[in-house]
């Protein structure tokens, strides 16, 4: 098989990732997708550096036997800590979900203050940090991490008082100080529209799962090989465990029933 | 060694069940203890019931070849959905958190109206209803998930507006309607005392971790095993991954801070 007619890899700690599977095929409809979902483990947020490092590389070696040409890692904690590790010991292509997010954050600020938020492991690793000092050192970055976010999302709690207190609890520091914010995990663009509101219109907001498919849009275009649509295949996921709740999670996060579900231990 | 002597075992998904350690200690002070808390791969309470299972019975395992008299099985999940796996595989006695809190419920209830609050995982595999039926097929029991507390406790968010909005949004449906409820979770304990300001004093509150340790008691006492104190040990503690935060995590739920804490891979 040609290798542009292989499918990308994708990985996430949980089904958060699938907000990047749907912008990658919003934009690049022709490719196909391996995901891989790593449901028994997750959250890796609050996991050691050495722990996420050890899951990344195991899920993406499963995916490089699956064959794809690239692999995108769509876990911001992984992406924080083990993207080095995995472009090391990966043969093919390796893209994280920082620096595209940070590009863009880096070429649309006007004051020079830009926020990030996600899980206490990214924002601890300072990879956005240190990502947007080398682009521009005179950027000022300031990184709030909030760790009920997910569980929010996860319980389906994405309207409402709740949602609405704990946005304003931990993004509070940040209103005015700001022109710019990252949203740096998968399930933040499911609360985007109450960030959003409460940090007002002045502020844009960067998706890095928009971000991160452009950028596999351009990885393939330079190395030729962007997917003709030659051949008929369908998308395959793959997660460590069924949780409970499967279906409704990967529908919040996906918008439509995933087809070709398998179920697979790494260890 | 005289099986007297020998440590009893406890494990729960993370730290939670320190504080079941920490009531079986006031309670048994001349016990030692050796504690697992698989912090990689929590939380079990949004994992399907084979993985919990799986996991569980390595644990068990572990603790089996360290020389426990008898396990504690903390973590309520697993409690609920492993303990008669565990039952057969483990050569030593095991006893869970779900038949103590409930025996202590069924003898304490006038109206006859008992809550149990606890995981996802917990509510859905109906340990409780189905023991407390056992126990007393005329009581009402009205079960309640609530996933957001754990992560609120984890977050140290354990007073203010945002627990006892949470509180609120969770224990409405009970309010008014039971005289008993159960803490069906080890992170609970800690935020005790908004629960019992919202359910309003009338409403008794058994907290498992209690009641599980007069359990090991009456069993330790009926098998002839009580520890005498004979041989000066100290405690141990394990885990799979030492997460962000771990001293203020395990200062949370014991009150002190750990001594011999060890890293373990059950793979």
Redesign the interface.
Known sequence: MEVRNSPIGVFDSGLGGLTVVKQIKKLLPKENIVYFGD???LPYG???NE?VRKYSLEIARFLEKKGVKLIVVACNTSSSVALDLLSQEISVPVIGVVKPACKKAVSVTKSGNIGVIGT??TM?SGAYKDTISSMNSKIKVIQKEC??F???V??G?TDG??VE??VR?YLESLRGEIDTLILGCTHYPIIKHVIAKYVDGDVRIIDSSVEVAREVHELLKREGILSKGETAREDAFYVS?????FEEMAKLFTGENLKRVGKIYL?
Chains 1, 2 share one sequence.
């Open positions: 449901t028994a483990r609050s996991k050691s722990t206490r492991a601890n760790p009920l997910v569980p929010l996860e319980e709690m008082e709740i207190m704990v609890y465990d069924f949780p409970q709740r260890e």
